[in-house]
């Protein structure tokens, strides 16, 4: 069903967005704060159920893409992401009917919400990750043969560069990430351009939904002093992502960093607490990746590993883990679209280098 | 000898100390002028232990004046907030996130403008003069008396600042500028809002500054007056005047300074236990560990150095109810009302303080009218302060290492000897007057906050910069060069960017150069 969005959902969409971001995707904050102005200045977003979108209705995903730390300080002028939308318009020679995320973890969740406000057009409530990843082609439109070419890619300046790699979205991705760099470490893209039929086939349904609804059971929990996980779990069940399990509850003991390859890599651990036994580790890049409890693997990429703070339930992300945090960690289960053999192929364990094959977590973890 | 003042909301309390030994300590209460407190509070001193004014090498002052100023919304100038940063960052322009009742006690205007840097140091835009100019004009037309200037990566480069700031002196004569880069770290809108808060307090500053220093002088010290800063170091009275918001976090950094003072130990968690709540903090070789998420001040997002600090309703005040076998010790508290509600002062509410007068711990009011209290009641409320306080305590530790505890305030008394884990808790004298102990003991800092490019094989080297240039701006600040040591460092690399970005931070601290 579509709905209108309007600013009073935009803190618990955040939320929401900041958990299925699983550590990683950067802060939805700013990126609340910039639909917040553009509501109040062209009023609320209508989200557009996918089933509601006419089959050859022409799709553009829009996002931004580079730097968390940059976005903080170098702050978009706002225009960008309908630039970037426009000028693929040009490029396609077709004008655009929808928006829609290519990410709804994290603050790309909101940046399409921004381009429907500025120009008025519905945004698909889906997206093409059903999380967050850190990069362009881990993207289930990718798997089930949408191009992400062609691509623009939008500065503050208003200028615009469009890329087009055929059908290799991962060269897509390595081009994009240069001209990122050149244009200040962030950028904002419109890519992925589909039709309503191919949404319907290669879309992660309802995630903007999803996000909302999250974020409101932590809130609403919170408020009637209830248990904010066992009530995401009772929203959940409801959902594509049926399955939520408690992986483990306490404290962080170690948390390890570094670079790579352009990528904030590192291990966390959290030990038991209150004479309790066991240890989790987590492994993560920019998100995380696995969890394992005492050596075995609990919840492993694609689905959801969520660090949330033990008392609050607020999602807690991989650049503020420190020692002594209380926390606990779930595991999500994601739709049948992210876990099929091309999709793991793609942004499954393997992908990322790790050496574990991928299993679900509710196999992983019976009820 | 030197002297420390602390001006709380409620209490004004003055040290006099030679090196770390306290001479003399009194409490006054705070007079609404703050003046004239510090002027009963200095006659006490005096009063206490006869000192010549001549000896005194240094005044020390901790308030909290400024912070109570800002949240309160009063005495507040007309300011102006320029960025410099366009194209970029017009989607949110300044003040976009503050409550609109602060934005009107400052009649908050904004200016965007031209300029701003890159992460890497490139421009973003140049200055645009004329610009500048014509917002100088709207300025001077709506009466704004204060400007924050804020250039996007300012931190990385300050050049646009600074050339905007020496623009709009020329413009705006007799006109307060405060400049970003000098006062938050990256984070644009945050260390802008910090700016702005500064830019409104000014005149409030240089009124506050000018009655410390008179009624100092007033007092026939002649020796120069320092103000303490968040992270615990000092501030000349001309660095305080131009950057009030720099004291916003002083009374609970000054407390725990002077925790390490009084107990002599560098590395611990400090519990100032008060009527409410107990503030727990780590101090990491003398320096309070700082929050890493924003803080909020008034209902604005900034980014201040403040000290990361954890509280618990647990106090003297706190309520203590059920029987042995339950018993819950707060959150609530009788506060300013103990001694008319609690049981020792022949009131009706059983309070934390009673527990500790029926345990021995503490001799306060008549420890006749609890001498009827259960004893399993007494022991399971101590133990329940305990459990709690030690839990807390283990939150904020941030490694395995054990970490000894040291107690101060006036509700210290509650505490046991020892923590869960085996922590010692140390108890130090003149507890009560820590804050000002703290103030008087400041030492004088320097940071770098920036983002480094590290080419392969450069690592150690641009961190070495890094350092240096802390110490550098330490002893620029008054520090006696031999003693700058580095009490801070942190790296995190940051994501999706070439060359190694790493954002890098550096504190250097010194003694202060006085003569003692």
Wanted: charged residues 20%; proline residues 5%; hydrophobic residues 45%.
């Amino acid at each position: 069903m579509s709905w209108t969005l309007t600013e009073e959902h935009l803190a618990d969409l955040a939320r929401g967005a900041a958990l299925l971001g699983t550590g990683g995707g950067g802060d939805p904050h700013v990126g609340q704060l910039l639909v917040r102005q553009a509501i109040r200045e062209h009023g609320p977003v209508l989200v557009l159920d996918p089933t509601e979108v006419a089959d050859d209705a022409l799709v553009i995903p829009t996002a931004q893409m580079g730097a968390p730390t940059v976005v903080f300080e170098k702050l978009p002028a706002g225009t960008e992401p309908v630039a970037a939308l426009r000028a693929l318009e040009y490029h396609l020679d077709r004008t655009a009917d929808a928006t829609m995320p290519i990410e709804c973890g994290g603050i790309n969740s909101m940046i399409p919400l921004l381009v429907g406000a500025l120009t008025g057009l519905p945004v698909v409530d889906a997206d093409g990750m059903g999380r967050a990843f850190p990069e362009l082609q881990m993207e289930t439109f990718s798997v089930y043969g949408v191009p992400g070419s062609p691509m623009a890619i939008a500065g503050e300046g208003g200028e615009t560069v469009v890329i087009d790699t055929r059908a290799d979205n991962a060269r897509m991705e390595w081009l994009a990430r240069g001209v990122t760099v050149r244009l200040g470490g962030v950028a904002h893209i419109a890519e992925y351009a589909m039709s309503g039929a191919d949404v319907r086939r290669t879309a992660i349904p309802r995630t903007l939904s999803l996000a909302l609804s999250v974020g409101r059971a932590i809130r609403e929990a919170r408020q009637a002093n209830t248990d904010p996980v066992a009530r995401l779990a009772e929203v959940l069940a409801d959902t594509l992502y049926g399955h939520l399990r408690v992986l483990f509850r306490g404290k962080v003991v170690d948390v390890e960093r570094r670079t790579e390859a352009g990528f904030a890599r590192g291990r966390a651990r959290v030990a038991a607490m209150g004479g309790a036994t066991g240890q989790l580790e987590l492994v993560f890049q920019n998100e995380h990746l696995v969890a394992l409890v005492d050596g075995e693997v609990r919840c492993v990429v694609p689905d959801l590993v969520c660090v949330l703070d033990a008392e609050q339930a607020e999602p807690i992300t991989t650049e503020s883990l420190r020692y002594g945090q209380r926390v606990t960690v779930v595991g999500i289960s994601t739709p049948e679209l992210m876990r099929s053999p091309q999709a793991l192929a793609t942004f499954g364990p393997a992908a990322f280098g790790l050496p574990y094959a991928f299993r679900p977590v509710e196999e992983l973890v019976p009820a | 000898m030197h002297i420390g003042i602390d001006v709380g909301g409620t209490n004004t309390d003055a040290v006099l100390m030679r090196g770390r030994t306290v001479l003399a300590a009194v409490k006054t209460s705070t007079t609404a002028d703050v003046t004239s407190g510090i002027v009963s509070a200095l006659d006490g001193l005096q009063r206490q232990r006869a000192f010549d004014p001549g000896q005194v090498h240094a005044v020390m002052i901790g308030t909290t004046h400024f912070i109570n100023a800002l949240i309160e919304a009063r005495r507040l100038a007309p300011t102006a907030a320029v960025r410099l940063g366009l194209p970029a960052t017009a989607s949110l322009p300044p003040m976009v996130d503050w409550p609109e009742h602060l934005v009107g006690a400052i009649n908050g205007r904004s200016y965007l403008c031209h300029g701003g840097h890159e992460f890497d140091g490139r421009h973003i835009a140049e200055l645009d003069e004329a610009e500048l100019r014509a917002a100088a004009a709207d300025m001077a037309a709506h009466g704004v008396r204060s400007v924050a200037i804020t250039s996007v990566f300012s931190p990385v480069n300050a050049e646009f600042e600074a050339r905007a700031a020496e623009l709009l002196a020329a413009e705006l004569p007799g006109v307060a500028l405060s400049l970003s880069h000098e006062i938050g770290r990256i984070g644009l809108l945050e260390r802008e809002n910090a700016t702005v808060i500064n830019a409104a307090l000014r005149e409030l500053a240089a009124h506050i500054v000018d009655g410390l220093a008179a009624s100092v002088a007033g007092a026939g010290i002649t020796a120069p007056l320092y103000l303490s800063q968040n992270d615990g170091t000092l501030m000349d009275v001309d660095f305080a005047r131009r950057y009030p918001v720099a004291t916003f976090a002083s009374g609970p950094t000054n407390s725990m300074r002077g925790a390490t003072v009084l107990s002599g130990v560098d590395t611990c968690a400090v519990v100032d236990v008060g009527g409410t709540t107990s503030d727990v903090g780590v101090l990491q070789r003398g320096f309070p560990r700082e929050a890493t998420t924003e803080v909020s001040v008034a209902g604005v997002r900034t980014n201040f150095r403040m000290p990361d600090v954890l509280s618990i309703g647990i106090g003297g005040g706190s309520l203590v109810r059920g029987q042995a076998d339950a018993v819950t010790v707060g959150p609530d508290s009788v506060g300013y009302e103990l001694t008319s509600r609690a049981l020792v002062f022949g009131g009706d509410t059983l309070t934390a303080t009673d527990i500790a007068v029926a345990a021995g711990a503490a001799e306060v009011g008549d420890p006749g009218l609890v001498a009827h209290l259960d004893r399993g009641l007494v022991r399971a409320a101590l133990d329940r302060i305990a459990a709690d306080v030690a839990d807390v305590v283990e939150r904020m530790r941030t490694s395995a290492e054990p970490l000894p505890v040291v107690a101060v305030g006036g509700g210290s008394i509650l505490l046991p000897d020892e923590l869960a884990d085996g922590g010692r808790v140390h108890r130090p004298e003149h507890y009560a007057v820590a804050n000002a102990i703290g103030a008087a003991i400041a030492q004088v800092g320097g940071e770098v906050d920036r983002v480094f490019a590290v080419e392969p094989g450069r690592r150690e080297a641009v961190l070495d910069e890094a350092r240096q240039e802390a110490v550098d701006r330490a002893v620029a600040a008054g520090a006696t060069p031999g003693s700058v040591t580095i009490v801070d460092f942190d790296e995190v690399p940051i994501p999706y960017l070439p060359g190694n970005a790493t954002r890098v931070r550096v504190k250097a601290v010194g003694d202060l150069k006085v003569e003692d």
